[in-house]
């Protein structure tokens, strides 16, 4: 992230790396406290309360869950479109898995409030802004409510969803990054030089919006 060596890269990744630090923490905090009170280490058999609503907040701080959403665009934002691309797919991948294999012992009720208020408040907020970085940010925050939201009821569906989130989100930052597209302002513009790209890019952020 601050291989530009811009104040802002590098306070994208000052705050990138604090809040994934933190998270971790909190995520052996909570199997240290399951620990204390059952004598079970092991992390997918959570059983005390305390330790399963500690475990929900830090996979929720990881994925940028609102109200943990802060951190995500700010990181996105001061990074370049290729980082971005990675920060928005592969390096959601182990709090995904985490997620996956821990979601019979999260907190039910938890889980559905942050996921509700993520797909709410990422469509929400993404509407005022003008750096796509930005939207494609409070996009992934609000794809994240829906894959969160189905993991109770149906794990493996959760995992296609975030697969197809993947692939479509991959599409569209390869295609910005091929036409170096930063703002709604050159999108608009951009159609000039590369149509067949840009027709292409439309049907794919319509495919994103699941229409």
Not at 98 to 106: F, G, Q, R, W
Not at 140 to 159: D, Q
Not at 164 to 173: D, G, I, P, R, W
Not at 174 to 184: A, E, Q, R
């Amino acid at each position: 992230i601050s291989k530009s060596h811009h104040p802002r890269a590098v306070e994208a990744a000052t705050k990138y790396f604090l809040t994934q630090a933190a998270a971790s923490a909190l995520v052996l905090f909570s199997s240290m406290t399951n620990a204390w009170q059952t004598g079970q280490w092991d992390i997918t058999q959570l059983t005390h309360p305390t330790s399963c609503l500690i475990l929900t907040s830090a996979l929720a701080i990881k994925l940028g869950l609102v109200p943990f959403h802060f951190w995500f665009p700010e990181v996105l934002q001061g990074s370049p479109l290729t980082t971005g691309l990675l920060l928005s797919t592969i390096m959601k991948l182990p709090p995904i898995a985490l997620l996956y294999m821990t979601s019979p012992s999260l907190n039910p009720t938890l889980l559905t409030t942050l996921a509700i208020l993520s797909t709410a408040l990422g469509g929400w907020m993404g509407l005022n802004q003008t750096q796509i970085r930005k939207i494609l940010a409070f996009s992934s925050i609000s794809h994240l409510g829906w894959m969160v939201i189905i993991i109770a009821y149906s794990p493996k569906l959760t995992l296609l969803n975030f697969y197809l989130y993947a692939m479509m989100t991959t599409t569209v930052f390869l295609t910005l990054s091929t036409t170096k597209t930063l703002k709604l302002s050159t999108l608009m513009t951009a159609w000039t030089k590369t149509p067949p790209l840009n027709a292409m890019l439309l049907l794919t952020l319509l495919s994103l919006a699941g229409l």
